[in-house]
C-alpha cells in the first residue's frame, strides 16, 4: 500500500460525512423554507419601498418634486449615485391594474 493511498474505511467515512453533511444543509434548506423564507421576502419587499421614499424625497428633483434644498441633495449624490438608474425606471414605467394589488391573498 503506497502513502497515498488511504484504506477502505477512512474512504467509506469521507463519503459518509459528505452524504451527512449534504443532510443537514438540505434539511437546514427546508427548515429556512418553512420558517423564514416569507418573513424575509416581505423584508426585502418593505426595504425596496423605503429605499425608494429616500430616493424619491432626496432626489425628487429629478422627477420635477424639489423636496430638499440642493446642497444636501448634491453632498448625497456620491452615495445614491448607482440607485438613480434603477430607481427612475421603477418610479417612472407605466403600471397594470394587476400590479396594484398584492399577489398574496391572506
Known sequence: MGP???PAWEKACQHLRARLSALGRALRDILYGMSLYEWVRELEKERGRMECLFVLAVFGDLLGLPLLPPYYTLRLLPYAFPYLAGWRFR????????????QEIG
Open 91 to 102: 418610479v417612472l414605467r407605466e403600471k397594470d391594474l394587476t400590479e396594484l394589488f398584492d
Open 4 to 6: 497515498d493511498t488511504a
